[in-house]
């Protein structure tokens, strides 16, 4: 992984180059068998989509409206597939990141990397502090203490691991623990499961009386992966060398200069990555379905709620009641580890993003060396956006729920824009050959405009301009 992340550190210093080439070396995409080995990624990355989305968010949604939001679910999920490959696909067919494109658009300069930033430097903090905030609730059940003590030192200790480099190995162990949490939870919802037909009745849009959009929009923001995840989905396939991403070279790659042969190798790389982002977005349905089931049976006939600092308590509810004792703290431990690795993944992917970013606004304004170092950006954000400022904003405000509440709002918010500007991109950017279907385009542009409807309802009733009724 390292050399991977070497591979992809060098491809996103490179500047699109206005010179025209015909071959670019792409090589062959994998065949047969060959697949899985390309698909391990998309696997871990499965598995850190559950950190927030699936575990807080969805028995809490379950716990206050049951079932009657599954089609939400469904869409949410199914939606930010679309978006998701159209991130991948801009990636795969230049071998550069998301935001080194939208500084391609036209306009100011560097107006959309300013656009995308700006945001989610609020998601950022709020994510890193509520995250811990929560993973803490499991330690106090454990060891007394207080969740403002063990927040400030799960968020030192996951920031020192990731300023370190050894990120890649705590993640490899988190990933075994949430294979043991994805089969706990199917294995439970199995267990409960409820009437066909009540599971059904949410498969029809339906909107609850006295819906709060508060509680709607984070949970759909954060669903899979959040704006920003989904851009992040842009530096893995960078960094696994995916299509144009293996060529190495200072100058990345026009792709509408390629020939035949190399549109057609580009091709099947997009295949491969189709096929990754569909076994990630199952993967990680089938576990938001689990937590849907597990807190709509449990928890709200209890009127168990995930609340602030009884998070852990009240999750550990819901493998408790069905093998007692061992099951409930099995839970705890679940809530923990998992809030941890997301803080971890939360951590890494907010740093090379922010020093991606802030290297190509700073280039834009003539400023070399230090302050334009990818690795010295990236560590400087770690220390300053992800560790003091969490902490900061933790002790002043210290409502884990709440701060992902804000966090998974914005993100929500966020993903129309993201969706607006990757279409657009791969539109002016791409040749036809290389451009996504009639369907697909179609199925991407009503995914922004999805998550752009609840943001504008969510905004309205913040103003006051509506009420929180449903219809």
């Given at each position: ?420 500007l990757t279409l657009y991109l791969n539109h002016r950017m791409l040749p036809k050959e290389l451009q996504p279907s009639k369907i697909i385009f179609g199925g991407t542009a009503i995914a922004g405009i999805f998550f752009g409807v609840f943001a504008v309802i969510y905004l309205l009733q913040l103003l006051g301009v509506m009420g929180s009724g449903g219809g």
């Amino acid at each position: 992984m390292n050399s991977e992340r070497d591979v992809s550190d060098g491809l996103r210093q490179r500047n699109f180059s206005t010179q025209t080439q015909n071959t670019a070396n792409i090589p062959d995409s994998p065949q047969g068998w060959d697949n899985l080995k390309w698909l391990g990624p998309s696997f871990l990355w499965m598995l850190s989509a559950a950190g927030s989305g699936e575990l807080l968010f969805t028995p809490r949604i379950a716990a206050l409206y049951g079932y009657t939001l599954l089609w939400a679910l469904l869409a949410a999920v199914i939606l930010k597939w679309f978006i998701n490959g159209e991130v991948g696909r801009f990636s795969v067919c230049t071998g550069t990141t998301i935001l080194e494109g939208f500084k391609q658009l036209p306009g100011p300069k560097n107006w959309a990397v300013w656009l995308i930033l700006l945001p989610q430097i609020v998601v950022a903090i709020s994510t890193v502090a509520g995250l811990a905030g929560a993973a803490a609730t499991a330690l106090i059940l454990v060891s007394g203490g207080t969740v403002q003590l063990w927040t400030v030192i799960i968020i030192v200790v996951t920031a020192a691991i990731v300023f370190l480099g050894q990120y890649n190995l705590v993640e490899k162990i988190s990933s075994y623990i949430g294979i043991a949490r994805t089969i706990a939870v199917v294995a439970a919802a199995i267990f409960v499961f409820p009437n066909f037909r009540k599971l059904a009745s949410g498969l029809v849009p339906q909107v609850p009386q006295d819906v709060q959009y508060q509680e709607i929009l984070p949970w759909l923001g954060f669903m899979l992966a959040g704006a920003a995840g989904l851009m992040w989905y842009s530096y893995w396939v960078d960094a696994r060398g995916y299509g144009a991403a293996s060529v190495k070279g200072q100058e990345s790659i026009d792709p509408k200069q390629l020939n035949r042969e190399e549109k057609k190798k580009l091709r099947g790389w997009l295949k491969l990555m189709t096929i990754s982002n569909t076994l990630a977005v199952v993967g990680a349905l089938l576990a938001a379905l689990s937590f849907l089931i597990l807190g709509g049976e449990l928890l709200r006939p209890q009127g168990l709620v995930p609340q602030e600092n009884q998070v852990a308590e009240t999750l550990g509810n819901l493998l408790g009641d069905l093998w007692g004792t061992f099951g409930f703290w099995f839970m705890v431990a679940i809530v923990f580890i998992t809030f941890c690795s997301t803080v971890l993944s939360v951590e890494d992917g907010f740093g090379r993003m922010f020093a991606d970013g802030t290297q190509i606004i700073l280039q834009g304004f003539g400023v070399r060396g230090r302050w334009t170092n990818e690795q010295f950006l990236q560590k400087f954000y770690v220390v300053v956006l992800l560790a003091v400022l969490p902490i900061a904003i933790y002790l002043f405000i210290g409502e884990p729920v709440g701060l992902l509440q804000t966090a998974g709002g914005i993100e929500a918010a966020h993903i129309p824009i993201v969706t607006a500007l990757t279409l657009y991109l791969n539109h002016r950017m791409l040749p036809k050959e290389l451009q996504p279907s009639k369907i697909i385009f179609g199925g991407t542009a009503i995914a922004g405009i999805f998550f752009g409807v609840f943001a504008v309802i969510y905004l309205l009733q913040l103003l006051g301009v509506m009420g929180s009724g449903g219809g």
